[in-house]
């Protein structure tokens, strides 16, 4: 895959993740006395079914490539998903996005730990801008266990898109949601026996929307993720919440106020000046490696010899 432009990037995250808002939407409209574990194990089963016409061409051996970090991720998204249904039907829309869009600014020392990428300026203070954005909207006043549960899903966010990079470069993207999907359904159906909650069909529906809109999410992230640095493009994650807040106000009667167009310049203004700055050094760089290296010339210290009108060269 060639690499992507940070720009392009940043835009498949900005379009992904005002889609995933409509995926957590589903997720909220479901009732207090659904079984959790068997919604989530209804959303891998569809995805499973989804994703399968897409892989029935690809080869057995494709498949078996990087199953240890596939089992990885696949069960870090078991886990964030479980406590993103938790928080979601206890929170607010807006105020769970927020919390969940902490996963760019975690991602930047985890970037760094994990893949040794060099923080610039201009990425922190973009990252941090954008979560000051995100408590400006929401202003938080309380931590309570479905903030807690937030955060753990924000934590999951971050890591399963850094992990992103352990993936084989030859696999496509509907091969990797899949085995995403895939690894974890026997975690998420022991689950749904242990919950021990009779078997009901009702929400097999929301949990196909849900699915669908979630898959567009992360299909977009394996692209963008894989293609770019984590530490540049991961601020354009914030996007979404503009997405939560109008999806809110329609869907959820949550009215947005002042907060909300102040926090919004600070997730948008820092996301077009990054865009920029980044753009304005690969311009650069691509300038000084056009230059062509001038050799040094040698200086000629005997006596200069007459130019004669039959010798145009000088010898």
Not at 70 to 81: D, E, F, M
Not at 261 to 275: C, E, K
Request: net charge positive; proline share 5%; glycine share 6%.
């Amino acid at each position: 895959m060639p690499k992507m432009t940070v720009g392009l990037a940043m835009t498949l995250l900005i379009i992904g993740n005002i889609i995933a808002v409509f995926s957590d939407a589903l997720v909220k409209t479901l009732s207090d006395d659904t079984a959790i574990y068997q919604f989530v194990f209804f959303r891998q089963l569809t995805a499973v079914l989804l994703l399968i016409p897409f892989c029935l061409t690809s080869s057995r051996k494709s498949f078996v490539n990087g199953l240890k970090w596939h089992a990885v991720r696949g069960h870090i998204w078991l886990l964030g998903a479980v406590f993103m249904v938790y928080s979601l039907n206890a929170m607010p829309l807006a105020t769970a996005n927020a919390i969940f869009y902490a996963a760019p600014l975690i991602m930047l020392p985890m970037a760094m730990l994990w893949f040794q990428e060099k923080l610039t300026i201009p990425s922190v203070a973009t990252g941090i801008l954008g979560f000051v954005g995100v408590l400006i909207v929401v202003r938080p006043t309380e931590i309570d266990w479905a903030a807690m549960a937030a955060l753990v899903v924000a934590f999951t966010l971050a890591a399963n898109n850094l992990l992103i990079r352990k993936l084989p470069k030859n696999q496509t993207v509907f091969q990797t949601l899949l085995l995403t999907n895939l690894v974890g359904m026997p975690a998420s159906l022991g689950l749904t026996v242990w919950e021990g909650k009779p078997w009901d069909f009702a929400p097999l529906l929301t949990a196909a929307g849900s699915t669908l809109f979630i898959l567009i999410y992360a299909g977009f992230c394996v692209l963008a993720y894989r293609s770019g640095e984590a530490s540049k493009i991961a601020s354009a994650e914030y996007s979404g919440l503009i997405g939560a807040v109008v999806v809110g106000l329609i869907w959820f009667d949550e009215i947005p106020d002042i907060g909300m167009a102040i926090g919004t310049a600070f997730i948008i203004l820092p996301l077009l000046w990054l865009a920029k700055v980044e753009a304005k050094n690969k311009r650069l760089a691509k300038q000084a490696n056009a230059e062509p290296t001038k050799a040094p010339q040698a200086v000629d210290n005997s006596l200069a010899k007459p130019i004669l009108a039959t010798n145009i060269t000088g010898e």
